[in-house]
C-alpha cells in the first residue's frame, strides 16, 4: 500500500497516446456521454433535494481522496512543502469545486466553470 500511494511501484499500466488502452478509455468516455445524451430527459427530472444530496457526496469523496493522497505523504514521512503544497493552477480550481460541491454557491461555481 505504501508504493500506491507514494507513486513508487512500477507501471503495470502501459497508458502512452494511441496504445490500446487509450482506445478503450475513449470508447468508455463516448459510450457514457452516448447513454447521458439518450438518458437526458431522465436524468433532467431528478428532484432538487437528490441534486444536493449527490453533490455534498461528490464533495465529500474528493475531499477524502485529497486527505488521503497528502495524508500519506505526511504519514510515510516524505511530505516535501515544495513537492507536495498544492498551489498550482488545477489545484485551486479542484479546491474551489469540492468548496461549490459543500456549499451549492452560485459564484463559486462560476468561477470554477471559468477557470475550467
Not at 482506445?23 to 432538487?48: E, H, Q
Not at 464533495?59 to 477524502?64: A, K, R
Amino acid at each position: 500500500m505504501k508504493k500506491f500511494f507514494l507513486n513508487q511501484n512500477p507501471s503495470i499500466i502501459n497508458f502512452e497516446l494511441f496504445s490500446f488502452l487509450h482506445l478503450i478509455s475513449l470508447v468508455i468516455t463516448l459510450a457514457g456521454l452516448i447513454f447521458i445524451i439518450y438518458k437526458k430527459d431522465k436524468i433532467a427530472n431528478i428532484s432538487n433535494k437528490r441534486r444536493k444530496q449527490i453533490r455534498i457526496i461528490f464533495g465529500i469523496v474528493l475531499l477524502l481522496f485529497y486527505i488521503f493522497r497528502r495524508g500519506s505523504f505526511v504519514y510515510y514521512g516524505v511530505y516535501n512543502w515544495k513537492q507536495h503544497l498544492s498551489l498550482g493552477f488545477c489545484n485551486m480550481t479542484n479546491f474551489l469545486f469540492i468548496a461549490h460541491c459543500l456549499s451549492g454557491n452560485k459564484k463559486i461555481y462560476n468561477l470554477c466553470y471559468y477557470c475550467a
